[in-house]
């Protein structure tokens, strides 16, 4: 048994993305701050140094307390506290945890839909194809962010008052989940256009195989693969829409902050003195999409053939 997991670890570590990956400082380091990013929001409530959302543990004069390495700060607040004494530094954890979940979540969403109905139209054309298509040209011919600020507004009035909060992070999923489904349709429409004349598709066919069948077993395996470096650069975008949201006062609710929130909380004290409470949780977010960008862009290199 420990003879197979070496050889399969000296496998892996001789691929080619392995060894891609290895001769790309800068992906290296994308990944490990990746790793802290994604590591920190996830164990949150292990490592935090403070719970911010528990209200008993709050303590509200030492609100505005600035960085530790700063004039009056002190090292039990590390960054510092926000205007109502939250830690930053655990208040960064947690929102990073938000804005880490509805990005992902979102982007499963949009994949789902979006290899879907790229599937089914590439597979099946005609006017199905046709239909699908032009819908997709009419979402591209709208920014994403004003796709999902529609559907978040329709939702809010369609929904009752009291149910806002309660699911407005579902909302917002749904939104940015729809506002990106399109790339991925063209992408696999394109790939299934090509896969379906091949030999083993005929052959599916010839043996009795339903459509539904050979879309699924067949034809998608297939496709997927720039699907995956598309989900991957996504997320980053995923992440970004979210804070931009959350930043208009139209993402997730004060009682469950993400990053986005927390920048627009910080940016009302950011021209009275308290630079804090904004900087850092726009930086947190600076390099959690800027490496997950990195890593995507080194996935899409890796899975290239011409470029190896």
């Known amino acids: 048994m420990k003879a197979k997991a070496g050889a399969w670890l000296r496998r892996t570590w001789e691929h080619d993305l392995a060894w891609g990956f290895r001769r790309s400082p800068v992906t290296v380091a994308a990944a490990f701050l990746t790793l802290v ?13 403070h719970n911010p959302f528990d209200s008993a543990s709050l303590v509200l004069t030492d609100g505005f307390t600035p960085p530790a390495w700063v004039a009056g700060g002190r090292m039990e607040y590390l960054l510092g506290t926000d205007d109502q ?13 938000v804005s880490l979940a509805v990005g992902l979540a979102s982007v499963l969403f949009s994949m789902v ?12 054309g005609g006017r ?21 600020l529609l559907i978040d507004g329709v939702a809010r009035v369609a929904l009752p008052r009291d149910t806002h909060d309660q699911i407005a992070i579902y909302v917002l999923i749904l939104a940015i989940g729809v506002s990106g489904w399109v790339q991925y349709a063209r992408t696999v429409r394109g790939s299934t256009l090509v896969e379906r004349s091949k030999e083993y598709v005929q052959a599916a066919r010839v043996i009795g195989r339903s459509q539904a069948s050979i879309m699924l ?10 699907v995956l470096v598309i989900a991957t650069i996504h997320i ?54 800027l490496s997950v960008n990195l890593l995507g862009d080194w996935l899409r290199d890796a899975l290239n053939p011409k470029l190896r």
């Open 37 to 49: 990013c994604v590591g920190g929001a996830v164990f949150a409530p292990w490592i935090a140094p």
């Open 85 to 97: 004494g939250r830690d930053m530094l655990s208040t960064i954890m947690y929102g990073s945890r």
């Open 113 to 124: 839909l979006g290899v879907g109905l790229g599937l089914v139209s590439g597979y099946v």
């Open 128 to 148: 199905l194809d046709a239909f699908i298509m032009r819908v997709a040209d009419i979402q591209l011919s709208f920014p994403a962010i004003l796709i999902a």
């Open 217 to 226: 077993r067949h034809v998608l395996p297939n496709v997927m693969g720039p």
């Open 236 to 289: 980053a975008t995923a992440i970004i829409t979210e804070a931009t949201l959350s930043y208009l006062g139209v993402g997730v609710p004060a009682t469950q902050p993400s990053l986005g929130t927390l920048i627009r909380v910080g940016n009302d004290f950011l021209l009275s003195g308290e630079w804090w409470i904004t900087v850092f949780p726009g930086l947190a977010l600076i390099v959690l999409v």
